[in-house]
């Protein structure tokens, strides 16, 4: 009894984790299955489901032995199956990542569903904890509202530590993996106390388990020359034999910059930003916008083609702004990087207008919702000079027009042009401008005065540019489901085979 932790403490670590290991539980499927509203709503119904279970179960077991030594056998049984989630996770993911390349639509959702269910097991203990704790604080059944009201008040303050606990400083310095490991420490320690001593040997074992270099998301086909699990997202780099780099971001599914040592043009969806602008315009953009920076790649193409253009790089995350630095080529002179979120900083601007906005803000497979609304677009528009050109790339799986149809029909809300460059199967760039004349012809126009190298690349864009896609609902602020949207658009690619 005297080296037992008081039951105020255990309840207090105990709400820490539980919502801690919620925050962690969605940062851990985050890379395979996004940040979507979607994931969040999977993981907190998770987390409720498994608290309900567990105060059932704790209500009986706690009935049927009402002992000190019970209670911390659940909380060290909990610590144990949460140090272990991280780890057994794996094979999950790595189904989950294979469902993904193959559009399997069972895969993906099982894998999925696999994951909770590792992370709801240990919640369920934790969950069992506080009926016990209120079975062993309380004596007479008069003090019984005195006593739950003030254990449920400590462990709810705990829940609020571990929510800012593990998104504040845990997950950003210590990693996903470490804070599972940091909140299973935590409950091995007041755990073991409760019990005999060579339960000691838990929160030991629980120790040496943070000491283990954590290993990469997925494996790659090139050399991995950096890795970081940034504020935002898991990031790494690859170098393949002839020096062309490849900045990934999470998933490992769509690559987010490139680098290749002999050229700017990087034959993907990048290039159409060079020429696309000239649909609407004569002479090049002076001043842009990139909303979604990354490491540069687009950046460092106008400053060899353009070298007079003024652009504004708007990156949320940091660290991809420093790697493009490091390892991108990202050292454009004219080129002023802001790390904020691409809608705020874009409203804020009052220092002259922009030729161009490009749109390139993906957390794949989904863009955030707030730049694909009506209001989006006409702050886009009040942002441009005459003459003005918004590019949006609109992502997709093959074959599936449905988000093409959407932002297209959003940015007819405010644009009286709409075109669209479908440039490669899952990239198609749309085109919104209020200049008169804008087509494939004017593009076909200013072949002769672009960059010898951009010729061929702007003929093949008049080739396939368009006018944009008709149908389609127009997004709002207040309703904009693109999470949704591109799930059901992936669910319908799968279950056709991907045909």
Do not use: C
Request: charged content about 20%; hydrophobic content about 50%; glycine content about 10%.
């Amino acid at each position: 009894m005297r080296r037992r932790p008081p039951i105020e403490v255990i309840v207090f670590v105990v709400g820490a984790s539980s919502l801690g290991a919620e925050i962690a539980a969605a940062r851990l499927l985050a890379p395979y299955f996004g940040a979507s509203t979607i994931v969040w709503a999977n993981t907190i119904a998770t987390v409720l489901v498994a608290l309900s279970i567990g105060y059932w179960i704790g209500g009986r077991l706690a009935a049927r032995n009402p002992t000190p030594r019970g209670m911390s056998g659940l909380v060290l049984g909990a610590a144990v199956l949460l140090a272990v989630v991280p780890f057994a996770a794996g094979p999950f993911l790595r189904t989950s990542v294979k469902a993904f390349d193959a559009l399997s639509a069972g895969a993906f959702f099982g894998s999925l569903f696999g994951v909770l269910v590792l992370v709801a097991v240990p919640v369920i203990l934790l969950g069992a904890v506080a009926p016990y704790a209120i079975r062993l604080r309380v004596r007479t059944v008069e003090e019984s509202g005195a006593v739950a009201g003030r254990l449920y008040a400590i462990s709810t303050v705990g829940s609020l530590v571990g929510v800012f606990l593990s998104a504040l400083a845990m997950i950003p310095f210590l990693g996903t993996r470490r804070t599972f490991l940091a909140f299973a420490l935590a409950l091995a320690v007041v755990g073991a106390l409760g019990l005999r001593r060579r339960y000691v040997l838990a929160p030991l074992a629980v120790a040496l388990l943070i000491a283990v270099p954590v290993g990469t998301v997925k494996g790659q086909d090139g050399r991995v020359i950096w890795e970081r699990e940034t504020t935002y997202q898991y990031a790494r780099v690859t170098e393949d034999a002839e020096g062309e780099r490849n900045l990934e971001l999470n998933e490992g599914q769509a690559v987010h910059s490139v680098y290749r040592p002999d050229t700017v043009l990087t034959d993907g969806v990048w290039d159409g930003y060079l020429v696309l602008p000239f649909a609407a315009r004569r002479d090049p953009p002076r001043r842009v916008a990139i909303l979604g920076n990354a490491a540069g790649t687009t950046a460092r193409a106008y400053e060899r083609f353009f070298p007079r253009a003024r652009i504004d790089g708007v990156e949320i995350d940091g660290d991809l702004t420093e790697v493009g630095r490091e390892l991108f080529g990202m050292d454009n002179p004219r080129l002023r990087t802001h790390t904020a979120d691409a809608r705020p900083w874009l409203a804020e601007q009052d220092d002259g207008r922009f030729d161009a906005i490009f749109v390139d803000a993906y957390r794949q497979p989904y863009i955030p919702f707030y730049l694909a609304t009506r209001e989006f677009f006409e702050l886009a528009r009040e942002k441009l000079a005459p003459g003005g050109v918004v590019v949006v790339n609109a992502g997709h799986p093959e074959g599936s027009d449905d988000l093409e149809e959407v932002l297209s029909a959003t940015m007819r809300e405010a644009f009286p042009t709409v075109l669209r460059d479908p440039i490669e199967d899952t990239n198609t760039l749309l085109l919104a401008t209020a200049a008169s004349g804008a087509g494939p012809a004017r593009l076909r126009a200013a072949v002769p005065r672009l960059p010898p190298e951009l010729r061929p690349l702007a003929e093949e864009s008049a080739a396939r540019l368009a006018p944009s896609l008709r149908g389609g609902r127009v997004y709002t602020d207040d309703r904009a489901p693109v999470e949704w949207l591109i799930d059901t658009s992936i669910v319908e690619y799968a279950a056709g085979g991907g045909e």
